[in-house]
C-alpha cells in the first residue's frame, strides 16, 4: 500500500495561486488512481479533483473546473494540484487519496490511502 505526503498548501491572496503536490511512497504507483479532497471547518469532505491509474482521464469537481487542474508524474510518484483563481471559499484543509484500480474517482469511501493533509487559506 503506498503512503502519501502533501506539501504545498500556505497562506495566499484571493486571485492568487498555490500548486500542491501528493509524492508517493511504495510500488506500482501508476495502478492507483489518486484524488484530491478537501475539508472546511464544520463542513464535510468534499472531492476535489481526481485522476485515474495508469493514462486514465481527470475528473474535476464543478465548483474548481476551470481554476484548479491536477496531474500526475509517474516517473516522480507524485500527483499535482494547481490552483488559480483562488477564492476564501477554497480555504480547507486538502487531502490526498490513492485506490488502488480505483474507479470511483469522486467517492471517498473507495480510497485506501490517505495523506496528513496540507492547510490552504485564501484571504480576501
Known amino acids: 500500500q503506498v503512503q502519501l505526503q502533501e506539501s504545498g498548501g500556505g497562506l495566499v491572496q484571493a486571485g492568487g495561486s498555490l500548486r500542491l503536490s501528493c509524492a508517493a511512497s511504495?510500488?506500482?504507483?501508476?495502478?492507483?488512481?489518486v484524488a484530491w479532497f478537501r475539508q472546511a471547518p464544520r463542513k464535510e469532505r468534499e472531492f476535489v479533483a481526481g485522476v485515474r491509474w495508469g493514462g486514465g482521464g481527470t475528473v474535476h469537481a464543478d465548483s474548481v473546473k476551470g481554476r484548479f487542474a491536477i496531474d500526475r508524474d509517474n516517473a516522480k510518484n507524485t500527483v499535482y494540484l494547481q490552483m488559480n483563481s483562488l477564492k476564501p471559499e477554497d480555504t480547507a484543509v486538502y487531502y490526498c487519496a490513492a485506490d488502488q484500480w480505483g474507479e470511483g474517482v469522486n467517492t471517498a469511501n473507495e480510497y485506501e490511502a490517505w495523506g496528513q493533509g496540507t492547510q490552504v487559506t485564501v484571504s480576501s
Open positions: 511504495g510500488r506500482a504507483f501508476t495502478s492507483y488512481t
